[in-house]
């Protein structure tokens, strides 16, 4: 079936280091969203990249969708300890119905 | 403007009981959702509604069933919850497909499931 596989599982950084998570879809997406959960809390919409080769900014994370769109990253700059938490990629494929969701990335931030 | 209510927040279920998770939202959205979340697992589909009086299975049906009750409401029931129901249950929605940020999926605050 379609699959979605998210690296790393964990990653621990001190505060001020960069970070990077990554999405690798066994079939081409039509877009792709990420979204952030904070401990104990529910996931939140971040963005969503739809073109082939589209990057997005967001202050300190940049959002890069590849040219096959069957892969994506996340990067942090210089994390702080609010970036503390899990963050999701998903992605739609053939009829747009149902998102196919990664695993998460857990970011432990060391303060 | 609520987004997307669930409750109860936290539940405790003994082995055999039945309970109904109730989820609501005011977006006027279309398509509503259940996962469930588990440590490891991700985010795993239960159930879906495309639309009002619509239903259909997700990843991990089994055990559980729901009912889309208006455009408003979509409920999820264990019948005979089971030790292996435990978990934090999520209902979601969304918007029409086509339009940005309509595409994206908000998230009530989880209901946490234990059985005993």
């Known amino acids: ?35 952030k959960q904070r401990p104990g809390g529910h996931p939140v ?4 990249l739809v073109k082939s080769g589209e990057v997005k900014k967001q202050k300190r994370l940049t959002f890069q969708f590849g040219e096959a769109k069957k892969n994506s990253s996340l990067h942090i700059t210089a994390t702080q300890t609010t970036d503390v938490g899990t963050y999701f990629c998903a992605g739609y494929a053939g009829n747009n119905r149902k998102l196919i969701w990664g695993l998460g990335t857990s970011l432990a931030v060391n303060p | 403007n609520a987004g997307v209510t669930q409750t109860p927040k936290f539940q405790v279920l003994k082995t055999g009981q039945s309970m109904t998770l109730q989820c609501a939202q005011d977006m006027n959205h279309n398509s509503m959702y259940w996962y469930r979340q588990d440590p490891g697992m991700g985010l795993r589909l239960i159930y879906y509604s495309a639309s009002e009086g619509t239903t259909d299975k997700g990843e991990v049906p089994n055990g559980y069933n729901v009912s889309r009750l208006n455009k408003r409401e979509f409920s999820l029931r264990l019948e005979s919850a089971a030790p292996s129901q435990t978990s934090v249950y999520f209902c979601a929605s969304r918007g029409l497909r086509t339009l940005i940020p309509g ?3 908000y998230f009530g605050e989880g209901s946490w499931l234990t059985v005993v």
């Open chain 2, 103 to 105: 595409n994206t999926i």
């Open chain 1, 1 to 35: 079936g379609q699959q979605v596989m998210q690296i790393p599982q964990y990653q621990h950084v001190q505060e001020g280091e960069d970070f990077t998570t990554y999405c690798n879809s066994s079939t081409t997406l039509s877009n792709i969203q990420w979204y």
């Open chain 1, 45 to 48: 919409f971040l963005i969503q």
